[in-house]
């Protein structure tokens, strides 16, 4: 009897020790890797999430790497507090909307850095340069930052630079920088998006592109593609949520022929119930295009009966049955069908 609850407390422990070996992702991280990647030119540079320092779960939060490429990258056009003037290595420290930066995030931020020149092998550290996106800066962050021999500039709003040891530091406050133009996307990683996705800045058309594709790497994160690995995710239901709410808001602020682009007409109209569609039309535009027979068989079943048997008559038979039929149905019962008049015999 002991020897079995032995055994039942070892496989409890064993059972502990694998849920707490579960690594638990924030899906904040790979909308802000999604939208890097869409704004960054193409074939110029590479993310890499959460990049291993160690053995140990050491990671920085993103690796932007220059790749081995003759001439200068073009300007990106977006998010150019974050992605402009990057270096060959630029390690980006991300803290996201539920987050707030600490004393520990400076010193690690410095760790990183230097753990990354031996892990990368690379022998001049000005190859190196350092990113911050934060919501914003905390008095006990730059405090600690200033311990360590580092003294922000404000070079505009919400951005900052300085140089933390050897390196170029560049922090961006996401709550003020989205604000400028081309840098609107940055209020998808804000703590507005999680109590306000509604009020996410008007879209350039070129943001709206990579709005849409964000969406789709969202939809991912909820439902992993076949043959991906669902991960453990912090914020995952309010991340989509907010993206949800966010799309809502930046459909209704579309025109109409926006809005309707790409659809057929009948696909629209599938979405409206007969008079819907009628809504507004005078008559004369709800029988534009039909024949005098079928504009006879769009009156209502009081006018058909007020017709004259001599002009209905003169109608095509399909569309005298028709109307015997209406009008049959109508007053609950079977139409009479109507005698054929003999010729007179010679």
Not at 40 to 59: H, I, N
Not at 124 to 136: E, Q, S
Not at 169 to 194: D, F
Not at 272 to 298: D, K, M
């Amino acid at each position: 009897m002991a020897k079995g609850n032995r055994t039942a407390t070892t496989r409890e422990v064993r059972s502990s020790q694998r849920q707490r070996r579960v690594r638990v992702y924030t899906a904040w991280h790979p909308v802000l890797v999604a939208l890097l990647e869409h704004v960054l030119p193409e074939g110029w540079y590479q993310c890499v999430s959460e990049f291993q320092l160690a053995r140990e779960p050491l990671r920085v939060d993103i690796v932007i790497l220059r790749r081995s490429r003759r001439g200068a990258p073009p300007r990106p056009r977006l998010l150019t507090s974050v992605v402009g003037e990057l270096a060959e290595h630029t390690l980006v420290h991300f803290q996201g909307p539920t987050d707030e930066l600490e004393r520990d995030d400076a010193r690690m931020l410095l760790a990183y850095a230097l753990q990354y020149l031996v892990v990368a092998e690379i022998e001049a550290p000005a190859a190196v340069a350092l990113r911050v996106l934060a919501p914003r800066l905390t008095p006990r962050f730059t405090e600690a930052l200033m311990s360590l021999g580092c003294t922000l500039t404000p070079t505009g709003p919400g951005t900052h630079e300085g140089r933390l040891g050897v390196f170029p530091l560049r922090v961006v406050e996401t709550v003020p920088a989205n604000a400028r133009e081309g840098e609107h996307l940055l209020y998808t990683v804000t703590p507005g998006m999680v109590a306000d996705p509604g009020g996410i800045p008007a879209l350039s058309p070129e943001e709206i592109a990579v709005f849409w594709a964000l969406l789709e790497h969202v939809e991912q994160v909820r439902h992993p593609l076949p043959g991906q690995r669902k991960r453990h995710m912090k914020d995952e239901k309010r991340v989509v949520e907010s993206f949800e709410q966010a799309l809502a808001r930046l459909v209704a602020r579309l025109p109409p022929e926006q809005r309707l682009a790409g659809l057929a007409p009948e696909q629209v109209l599938q979405a409206y119930a007969p008079e819907q569609r009628l809504a507004g039309l005078a008559p004369e535009q709800r029988l534009a295009g039909l024949t005098e027979a079928q504009a006879v068989l769009a009156l209502p079943d009081a006018m058909l009966r007020a017709l004259s048997e001599e002009y209905l008559a003169t109608l095509p038979r399909q569309t005298q049955a028709a109307i015997q039929k209406r009008l049959g149905a109508a007053s609950g019962r079977q139409p009479a069908r109507r005698r054929r008049t003999r010729s007179p015999s010679r």
